[in-house]
């Protein structure tokens, strides 16, 4: 046989490819969210995101051994943009009622720009532990942090005085409500469209504002 002859394997698909979209392992982390906040866990196979992503699903099970070991990380990723997304809300907000507005709004921005995001968090919620115990376990720095400004805000006079931790669930329930509930906000006649997100948005600091504001705060 002629040696010139000879050609190489491909190796596109191989595991340290990295293309112009990026690593393989966070092509594939990127894909998980958005078809587990989307299509849902259960109706979400490898062999369906291997098609997606246009490679094998030995590539996927080179970086995640599983399934389940995928949602570990997609969890733990969306966790972590989730908690830097509204930590940097905070430190730019202004104290006072600026902390709760500047929480509200940088969710209500992540629904409209990373809805799979949302509907990932919602996904796990529903699955049970243990990945809502891992989803609540990413969280809870940021949830202590947040908690933490608001008791200061309340202590300082600058909010009236609520409990913190059912502020933060009250704010985060119907955040994600007004996101991935498509099916619920058209029963009572609203479009899930980004003009309606934003009204809502209004709506709900409206309501949050009368509820915990003091005046000059």
Do not use: C
């Not at 940088?106 to 995001?117: H, K, Y």
Request: glycine share 8%.
């Amino acid at each position: 046989m002629n040696p010139a002859r000879i050609v190489p394997p491909p190796v596109a698909d191989a595991p340290s490819t990295v293309t112009a979209g990026g690593s393989t392992r966070q092509r594939v982390l990127d894909a998980a969210l958005r078809a587990f906040g989307t299509r849902g866990y259960e109706a979400t196979s490898l062999d369906a995101l291997a098609a997606e992503l246009g490679i094998r699903k030995q590539s996927i099970l080179y970086h995640f051994a599983s399934k389940d070991l995928l949602l570990e990380a997609v969890i733990d990723q969306a966790g972590a943009e989730l908690a830097d997304l509204i930590e940097s809300a905070l430190a730019r907000s202004a104290p006072g009622w600026g902390r709760v507005d500047a929480i509200v709004r940088s969710v209500f921005r992540l629904a409209g720009r990373r809805p799979e995001l949302l509907g990932l968090l919602r996904e796990v919620s529903r699955l049970g532990p243990p990945p809502a115990t891992r989803l609540r376990e990413r969280l809870d720095p940021f949830v202590e942090r947040a908690t933490g400004y608001l008791d200061d805000e309340m202590a300082a006079g600058a909010i009236r005085r609520q409990d913190a931790r059912l502020l933060l669930l009250a704010t985060y329930s119907t955040v994600i409500g007004m996101a991935t509930e498509v099916e619920v906000l058209r029963a009572v006649g609203m479009e899930p469209t980004a003009r309606n997100l934003v009204r809502r948005r209004a709506e709900l600091l409206a309501f949050l504002r009368s509820a915990l504001a003091v005046e000059g705060s």
